[in-house]
């Protein structure tokens, strides 16, 4: 094939970048010119706006950009997560073809499935032909000497030189980039049978005379066709079976609704694309409609199916007030809401992106398979020569062709595909179950060290209990009167994001008291708040707040303590260096944190309580739960010093909070876990976040995290046997024992099926009960 022709064989589709056929079924005509597509989707999108994909082209007035970019989606690869690239394409460094980081909500075919689809159901009919003569050349002849070869180049030709023509194209990447791997041996090892057959065909009078059998010299177009077509079979099946792995993500994106019904200043209301909604939007959600985007409920009452994205099966009722979160079902009842975050910042969007960067992150695990595969290609290569050179110098008549058999079956057999994948594949799915039970992995380390886990440090408000406290009373001392006491603090704590500040501002409020802006505000010290409210010095906080700024608590304490023996969390407030008074917050116990937290504890998990409340208040909550070590009134450096400290004893520790307090050991902690209902600097931190908020999240998260695991073991388990039995028995080893050969058409199959085996195995941890 000359260059030119080959130059018109092939185009770029100009949408996606993908090399396709020219003259395929999808193309279209535009200023003079043919353009090739992947897809119907791909040709759809060019004749809606040609110039837009694009380049100028001499002699046209273009202002337009290339393809590039709003539909150019990025792609990865599923071994390499480093690999990142605009549009389609092959990995440099295994071959592995790419797939969208993101991937579209809708179900259309891959494009590289396509053209392997096309590639093999054509060529089938060529390869069944030519191993049927060569299977019969010695039983029933249909041809007779050299003509027997001549017709088994003309079928096998184009299977190897055109169905196989990617897997050159990729083996030849790989020697140029210096990164040997499954497809320079699937190359050599076909490329090596295919032109010994062409030499004996071609030139027969150059080989030994022994190699001569019924006037011909013995070929073997069969072996390299059906190699290349039974890759091409196995691709097919990997692909599809990859595929069912993103199939989270596309059933993530798919719960947006694609409209939104605005209502307009004058009260008209009309539906508007989801992309076209902005934040302060008042927007009505009727009876059985998805909420469009996160805000807050203005008028009306209903419940809300949230299962899709907390795993929490109850609809919850929502009235005025109340937050709505993206893409959930407004079971009953219309619901007037204002949109508060839109496009990636939606819920649903961050879970999205969360999702696939864990499910493109490389486990620990992994290092040592990468290790290993980084100095098998090469093993392998030496392997097959060995191969080759001791059956043509040692082996029996005709040692040499013995050899190259051989040799092609150790190289095909020895692909390092199924190694490759062994833990890719097992996080992607695990990644995408957790998602739609409310469970969001931030890489897959978090998945792997989630199991080892022998200790958890839990907080209290917002992990523990409901974390939407309720005011329970307030106290002054002779010189403020209690309302006073409420007034200033709740002044103060409109700058808080505490969920017990929140309490106190809505009772003051409630009660309608008048408050004003803090003049200065300073949080972050995790043990209370300090401020400025009216020229006045004030601290709001806990005991230790007090002790810290030198207040005296006395006046107050046994009071305190009656309340904290019912199990309500005390704030004190100084105003000028003086206790002015108490405020009393009390914080149900979540429904399910007992559950929880007993079944925690019956898998050897040690439950440790450490908050910023009283030690009095700890104390009664840990109680009703069953938990024995608690620590009380701790600064968020205390929370990250446990954490330390534990695990300076070799305890392994995983950590669960909600707040900024938390956030330090968060990020300490072999595995932090964010509750999705408290601050994002807690989810920043974090390695697992809670959608719901529940702490019942990390039992299912754990149990996750064992089952994958064992299956990245199984998998990982299953290629070093594969291959530890698979190479010498490829090498004919055996052959002294049995008399028998491993054919290369047989190391084909078994190369696909491990490869196949391996993915569909970690397709089985979507029947995993975790709930």
């Known amino acids: 094939m000359s260059s030119s022709s080959q130059h018109h064989a092939e185009q770029q589709d100009p949408v996606c970048g993908m090399r396709v056929q020219a003259g395929g079924p999808f193309s279209a005509q535009y200023q003079g010119a043919t353009y090739s597509f992947c897809s119907q989707k791909c040709q759809a999108k060019f004749n809606d706006d040609p110039a837009r994909y694009l380049a100028p082209q001499p002699g046209h007035d273009q202002q337009q950009p290339a393809p590039s970019a709003p539909d150019a ?85 184009p299977v190897t030189l055109w169905a196989g023509w990617p897997f050159f194209v990729r083996g030849l990447a790989s020697v140029r980039q210096r990164s040997p791997n499954m497809w320079t041996l699937i190359g050599l090892g076909t490329s090596a049978a295919y032109l010994y057959s062409v030499a004996a065909t071609l030139a027969p009078q150059i080989f030994p005379q022994n190699f001569m059998q019924d ?14 077509s039974l890759t091409l079979l196995g691709q097919m099946l990997e692909l599809k079976a990859r595929s069912q792995t993103s199939a989270a993500i596309k059933s993530l994106l798919g719960l947006a609704p694609k409209t939104a019904r605005r209502i307009d200043a004058d009260g008209r209301e009309q539906d508007i694309p989801l992309t076209q909604v902005r934040q302060g939007d008042r927007l009505r959600v009727r009876p059985g409609e998805k909420v469009p985007v996160d805000g807050k409920v203005l008028q009306g009452e209903s419940a809300v199916d949230e299962s899709m994205l907390t795993g929490e099966p109850v609809p919850v009722m929502k009235a005025p007030g109340d937050g709505l979160i993206g893409a959930t079902l407004n079971a009953h009842g219309s619901l007037v809401m204002e949109a508060q975050k839109v496009g990636a910042d939606t819920t649903l969007a961050q879970i999205v992106q969360m999702v696939g960067r864990a499910q493109r992150s490389k486990a620990p695990m992994q290092r040592m398979a990468d290790t290993v595969a980084g100095y098998f290609v090469v093993g392998v290569i030496v392997i097959a020569l060995l191969t080759f050179f001791a059956w043509g110098l040692l082996g029996p008549e005709p040692g040499w062709v013995f050899g190259l058999i051989n040799a092609v079956a150790v190289l095909i057999i020895a692909c390092p595909c199924a190694l490759g994948l062994a833990t890719p594949m097992s996080i992607m799915v695990a990644t995408g179950k957790a998602a739609g039970s409310g469970v969001l992995f931030r890489d897959a380390r978090a998945i792997e060290n989630l199991c080892k886990i022998d200790t958890l440090i839990v907080d209290k408000t917002g992990t523990l209990t409901e974390g939407r406290p309720l005011f329970h009373s307030v106290a002054g001392t002779p010189s403020f009167a209690a309302p006073e006491v409420l007034r200033l603090a709740a002044s103060l704590d409109q700058g808080s994001e505490h969920p017990l500040a929140h309490a106190i501002v809505e009772h003051a409020r409630g009660e309608g008291l008048e408050l004003v802006d803090p003049q200065a505000f300073e949080s972050g010290s995790g043990i209370g708040v300090r401020g400025q409210v009216e020229g006045r010095k004030l601290q709001l906080g806990n005991g230790a707040l007090m002790q810290e700024s030198g207040v005296d608590i006395g006046p107050l304490q046994e009071h305190a303590e009656r309340l904290r023996a019912e199990g309500v969390s005390i704030i004190y407030l100084a105003v000028d260096g003086a206790l002015a008074g108490l405020l009393a917050v009390s914080d149900p116990i979540k429904a399910t944190a007992k559950r929880a937290v007993d079944r925690l504890q019956e898998e050897d998990i040690k439950v440790i309580m450490a908050t910023g409340d009283g030690l009095t208040t700890a104390h009664a909550v840990a109680r009703q739960l069953g938990i024995e070590e608690v ?25 669960a909070g909600d707040g900024i307090n938390d956030a330090p050991a968060l990020a300490r902690a072999e595995v932090g876990v964010a509750m999705g209902t408290g601050t994002d600097v807690a989810m920043n931190s974090a390695q697992v976040t809670l959608v719901k908020g529940d702490l019942m999240g990390i ?8 089952a994958t695991v064992r299956n990245m073991r199984q998998n990982l388990g299953f290629a070093f046997l594969y291959n530890a039995m698979g190479i010498p028995l490829a090498a004919g080893l055996l052959y002294p024992l049995t008399g028998l050969l491993l054919s290369p058409m047989i190391a084909a199959l078994a190369m696909s099926v491990s490869s196949a085996s391996v993915v569909f195995n970690a397709l089985r941890l979507r029947r995993v009960a975790i709930d």
């Open 73 to 157: 989606a990025e792609y990865t690869c599923p071994m390499h997560p480093e690999i990142r690239q605009t549009g389609p394409g092959t990995c440099p460094i295994c071959g592995m073809a790419l797939e969208p980081l993101i991937p579209d909500a809708e179900d259309e075919q891959n494009p590289e499935l396509a053209d392997f689809s096309r590639r093999f159901w054509w060529t089938l009919p060529l390869t069944v032909g030519v191993t049927v003569l060569a299977m019969s050349a010695h039983a029933l002849p249909l041809f007779h000497g050299a003509t027997q070869n001549w017709v088994e180049l003309f079928l096998a030709t």
């Open 215 to 228: 006037g011909r010299i013995g070929v073997y177009f069969e072996a390299a066709a059906v190699i290349i």
């Open 631 to 655: 620590h009380g009134e701790v600064k968020p450096q205390d929370k990250e010093n446990l954490v330390a400290d534990l695990q300076s004893y070799g305890r392994r520790v995983a950590m």
């Open 699 to 706: 039992l299912r998260a754990r149990t996750l995290s064992v």
